[in-house]
């Protein structure tokens, strides 16, 4: 079995700062590692994803993680964020050999980006 | 329709009724997954299915709920006998296969009075 955590509940950051949103994981397997946002009242949307090779994966909207495997750590960052951005971040995290079929999530992050 | 379809969006119902939740996937999607996001919670998975079985449905809290997807295409969340505890958004998703992207639907928000 998989889990994550996600230790910061919210983050408050000025527009275009740089943020980093935290994200442990714990398995005894290989896994796949996942973003997903959530902006108000729109379903979830997967902004990046590690499967395997380079260890820095970049998404969208200017977004990156780098997969680290020995602090089992997948720490989402961007160089500046914009209003638009404010959104529910979730970590997740899925057992390789099962590809998307069955998602542990974070208890996910709240971003504010203040004007 | 372009994106995972689900109805209600909202849905209000008493203690100890039945209720169903349904989702219409993306035409062609295969794979079909339910889950179940709590206030101040991530998602956690309930059920999924590829082609019509349900092919892992571990999630499922107890056997009153219960998930079918009889063609392949839309499924039914169905729970019987609710309890406020139920009270949740439900999520659907769906993906080509299991190894491609699932896009997920914007939930029916369930609230048991």
């Given amino acids: 079995a998989q889990s994550v955590t996600q230790l910061d509940s919210q983050v408050p950051v000025f527009e275009e700062a740089p943020v980093e949103l935290r994200c442990n994981y714990s398995s005894s397997v290989s896994v796949y590692l996942f973003w997903y ?4 009242n729109q379903g979830l949307q997967l902004l990046l994803k590690y499967l395997s090779g380079s260890t820095l994966v970049k998404g ?3 977004f990156e993680a780098e997969f680290n495997k020995s602090q089992t750590s997948f720490h989402l960052r961007k160089p500046s ?5 404010t959104a529910e971040y979730f970590c997740a995290v899925s057992d390789a050999s099962g590809g998307y079929q069955k998602v542990t999530f974070g208890t996910g992050t709240k971003l504010q980006v203040i004007p | 329709g372009a994106g995972v379809s689900q109805t209600p969006s909202n849905k ?4 100890g009724k039945y209720v169903e939740l349904r989702c219409d996937p993306i035409s062609g999607h295969t794979a079909l997954y339910w889950y179940r996001q709590s206030l101040g919670q991530g998602p956690e998975f309930l059920i999924y299915f590829q ?14 709920f219960f ?3 009889p063609e392949g295409s839309v499924s039914t969340l169905k729970i019987q006998r609710t309890e406020r505890g139920d009270s949740a958004v439900y999520l ?8 491609t992207e699932a896009f997920f639907g914007q939930g029916t928000r369930l609230t048991v009075v």
């Fill in chain 1, 81 to 85: 964020v914009h209003i638009s951005d």
């Fill in chain 1, 60 to 62: 969208i909207n200017g």
């Fill in chain 2, 67 to 69: 998930a079918v997807r």
């Fill in chain 1, 37 to 40: 946002v959530q902006y108000p």
């Fill in chain 2, 12 to 15: 209000v119902t008493e203690k």
């Fill in chain 2, 92 to 99: 659907c998703a769906s993906s080509r296969s299991i190894d």
């Fill in chain 2, 51 to 64: 082609g019509t079985g349900a092919a892992d449905d571990s999630g499922l809290p107890n056997d009153r």
